[in-house]
């Protein structure tokens, strides 16, 4: 006698077991997956939004590193590099 209280599940059978799972991973790449348009979009959005910010970023490093060499005046270990960064700072601003 089956005992209704039981909280095990009636035995499956292997083959049942992995079709379960197939049904159950094949819904779940429909919910992730519905529309490959949408993700190209997306994708493509991302990858401008990503090499913007990479822009960006680098010209702010760069304006920072330009203000700081001109706002010390002259960096030894630097040498020639300091010198021509400080000319090209006075020229621009003349």
Do not use: C
């Amino acid at each position: 006698m089956v005992n209704p209280f039981s909280k095990k599940a009636p035995k499956k059978t292997k083959q049942e077991d992995y079709e379960a799972l197939g049904k159950q991973v094949a819904a779940l790449y429909d919910h992730i997956n519905p529309d490959r348009t949408g993700l190209y979009r997306t994708a493509f959005l991302k990858g401008m939004v990503t090499g913007l910010g990479g822009v960006i970023g680098a010209t702010l490093v760069v304006a920072v590193l330009a203000w700081f060499l001109a706002v010390l005046g002259h960096v030894p270990f630097l040498g020639d590099i300091s010198k021509d960064a400080q000319q090209t700072i006075q020229d621009t601003q003349n």
